[in-house]
């Protein structure tokens, strides 16, 4: 039996709704196809938009949104992707497959669609092949108001004003495809970009250094050391491969060992976190600096027949209780973590969104975002218990079988839980303390009966949240079953 007991009256700190953020490169088909189809297509479009996806998205209420990429934010340049489009310059995506990026989709339609989706952009500027000069123009031909070089120019390709951006990030992955570079380095070069990153008028940038790759906590220890004065946050990429980069194994073909290394080097997010926190501490003790990890999730084998380069995987019941376990040690880090993006939106790694033509499904993971949009700027609620253990044999570690985590928001408590276990439903004792008024109790499930479950096109909904009314709230206390390999978000609302 597993109990848990939530602190109604005790908070732990406010879940940033940007953990709940989303991430969209030029790779494969994420922005062609799966976002952008030209104005002209016969998928019906939004300003060349697809709005099958938009009317997705924006249900899901994504607060931030990370473009262009990325590896491809290193050879992106800017001025390419601006102006009428039949004479944009054509390129090579050298990152991506090798394919020819027409440049269709550049600054002022990544704005519109962030304006579709209601979501803020954070933008990532290109050091690695790029110039200081280059990179503080873009920022000038967003966000200046007055009478430039290049807030004129943004005016003869038709937008007058400027637009609000706040997230700005200054390169990628500076430690590989971002240029190969050491954290000494790279704290010189991020001090000297960021510097001409102006805030101009009212716009307010947050400066985002590129972070460690998984565990380098040197990186993390030097960039604080040279750069925290000039930060506002540091960003983190780790991504769960449960093989090697070599064979990461198969998105859909999987046995139990699988699905139990997948979910624990899952759950090593949370001890990325503490160490690297634990060194922030040291220079920025009152965590003004956030941690972004602005790139998480899945990494399998690509589908067999698809593009290597392009990354398009499917998605089963393993990534949803992976998105799962990634938002609960968000919301227990949220001091300290301020903003996550889920790689990638669209027909991409870990994505919420497929597409195949005209046709688009939702995946397991999107179903998990989506119940959990509740969380997003809600006080986290501390919460203890005994959660059970799932352990198998032959394999190192062991994971908490049931996960738990609870907000408040306006006076309404939302609990959610997973349980781990593939084959095994699990009995939690929840109970509520903290309050002594009466609720009003609901709830949804995501369960499928099988761990490979998963969307296709021909069946877009063996996947779907579920009503889940087991749960009754008797005297503070809440009576729930889990069933095997599942996700469940209860809502509590004042009577
Ligand atoms: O998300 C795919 C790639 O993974 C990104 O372009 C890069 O930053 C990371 O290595």
Not at 39 to 45: A, Q
Not at 177 to 181: A, L, P, Q
Not at 242 to 246: L, N
């Given at each position: 039996m597993v109990k848990a007991v939530v602190h109604a009256d005790w908070t732990v700190g406010t879940i940033n709704r940007n953990i709940y953020g989303h991430f969209a490169e030029h790779l494969g088909r994420c922005i062609y196809e799966g976002l952008w189809v030209g104005?002209?297509?016969?998928?019906?479009?939004s300003d060349g938009l697809r709005n099958d996806v938009l009317e997705a998205l924006r249900n899901l209420s994504i607060p931030v949104l990370r473009w262009p990429?990325?590896?491809f934010a290193d050879e992106?340049?800017?001025?390419?992707?601006?102006?009428p489009r039949e004479t944009r310059k054509r390129m090579v995506n050298t990152h991506w497959g090798g394919v020819v990026e027409n440049n269709h989709f550049g600054t002022h339609e990544f704005f519109r669609l962030c304006e579709l989706i209601g979501a803020e952009p954070y933008i990532c500027g290109n050091v690695g092949s790029g110039t200081v000069q280059e990179m503080s123009e873009w920022v000038e031909y967003m966000?200046?108001?007055?009478?430039?070089p290049m807030a004129n120019l943004r005016r003869a390709n038709g937008r007058e004003k400027p637009w609000k951006l706040k997230y700005f990030g200054v390169g990628n992955e500076n430690w590989g495809?971002?240029?190969?570079?050491l954290p000494e380095f790279y704290a010189d070069l991020y001090n000297q970009f960021q510097t001409y990153a102006r805030n101009y008028g009212e716009n307010r940038l947050y400066k985002i250094a590129g972070g460690a790759n998984t565990d380098d906590y040197r990186w993390t220890d030097v960039l604080m050391n040279k750069s925290e004065r000039h930060m506002h946050g540091l960003s983190l990429h780790y991504y769960t491969v449960?093989?090697?980069?070599?064979d990461k194994g198969s998105a859909t073909e999987f046995g139990e060992r699988d699905w139990f290394v997948t979910l624990r080097k899952a759950s090593h997010m949370d001890e990325l976190l503490t160490r690297h926190s634990t060194v922030m501490d040291r220079y920025d003790p009152s965590k003004r600096v956030g941690i972004i990890v602005d790139e998480w999730g899945t990494w399998f084998n690509v589908e067999p027949g698809t593009n290597p380069g392009f990354l398009y995987q499917q998605n089963t019941m393993r990534d949803a209780l992976v998105a799962a376990v990634h938002l609960h040690i968000f919301h227990k880090h949220c001091e300290r973590v301020q903003m996550a993006n889920l790689a990638q939106m669209v027909n991409v790694l870990q994505a919420v969104v497929l597409t195949e033509g005209a046709q688009m499904l939702l995946t397991p993971t999107y179903h998990v975002m989506e119940m959990y949009k509740a969380h997003q700027d809600a006080e986290a609620l501390a919460v203890h218990g005994e959660f059970g253990q799932y352990v198998i044999e032959g394999e190192s570690g062991s994971l908490a079988q049931v996960g738990v985590t609870a907000s408040k928001k306006d006076g309404i408590v939302h609990v959610s839980l997973y349980n781990l276990h593939p084959t095994e439903g699990a009995d939690v004792d929840l109970e509520l303390r903290g309050t002594e008024g009466a609720y009003a109790c609901s709830g949804k499930l995501l369960s499928a009966g099988a761990i490979h479950a998963h969307n296709t096109f021909e069946q877009p909904d063996t996947v779907a949240p579920q009503p889940y009314n087991d749960a009754a709230l008797q005297n503070g206390k809440l009576k729930l079953n889990l069933p095997a390999a599942s996700v469940v978000v209860i809502r509590l609302e004042p009577k």
């Open positions: 104005e002209d297509s016969d998928i019906p479009n990429g990325g590896c992106y340049h800017w001025k390419d992707g601006i102006g966000t200046f108001e007055g009478d430039s495809c971002g240029g190969n570079m449960p093989g090697t980069w070599q």
